[in-house]
C-alpha cells in the first residue's frame, strides 16, 4: 500500500523555519518524484517545490526560491522541505505528492502540476504569523 505521511507542520513567526518532512512507503523511492504543494483557505492548491529521487535535480516556484529547500534521503525514504525566512502568505496545508519519475523528465523538471501526481499524503498544517 502506498502511503505519504507528512509532519512537522506548526505555528511560526515571520521569519522562522521549520522543516516539514515526508516519509514514503509502498512503492520504490528511485522511481518516483516527489512534489510538495500547499493550500490556503479559499484557494487552490498549487505546486512550491519537487524533487527527482532518480537524480536528485529540484524545481522551485518563484515565490519561495531561495527560502526554501527541498531534499532527500533515500535511506529513509523521506523527503524534507526545509522552509525558512517564512512569510504570512506561507500559511496553508502543505502536501507531499508522488508522481513516476518519467514525468519529471517529460516535462523538462518543471512537474507542479497536481493531475500528474497519483499518490498524496492527508497534509500538515503551517501557519505563520505576522
Known amino acids: 500500500e502506498v502511503q505519504l505521511v507528512e509532519s512537522g507542520g506548526d505555528l511560526v513567526q515571520a521569519g522562522g523555519s521549520l522543516r516539514l518532512s515526508c516519509a514514503a512507503s509502498?512503492?520504490?523511492?528511485?522511481?518516483?518524484?516527489i512534489g510538495w504543494f500547499r493550500q490556503a483557505p479559499g484557494k487552490e492548491r498549487k505546486g512550491v517545490s519537487s524533487?527527482?529521487?532518480?537524480?536528485?535535480?529540484?524545481y522551485y516556484v518563484d515565490s519561495v526560491k531561495g527560502r526554501f529547500t527541498i531534499s532527500n534521503d533515500h535511506a529513509k525514504n523521506m523527503v524534507y522541505l526545509q522552509m525558512d525566512s517564512l512569510k504570512p502568505e506561507d500559511t496553508a496545508v502543505y502536501y507531499c505528492?508522488?508522481?513516476?519519475?518519467?514525468?519529471?523528465?517529460?516535462?523538462?523538471?518543471?512537474?507542479?502540476?497536481?493531475?500528474?501526481?497519483?499518490?498524496w499524503g492527508q497534509g500538515t498544517q503551517v501557519t505563520v504569523s505576522s
Open positions: 505528492a508522488a508522481a513516476p519519475v518519467y514525468r519529471h523528465y517529460i516535462r523538462g523538471g518543471v512537474l507542479l502540476q497536481a493531475p500528474e501526481y497519483a499518490y
Open positions: 509502498g512503492f520504490i523511492f528511485d522511481d518516483y518524484s
Open positions: 524533487i527527482s529521487n532518480r537524480d536528485g535535480s529540484t
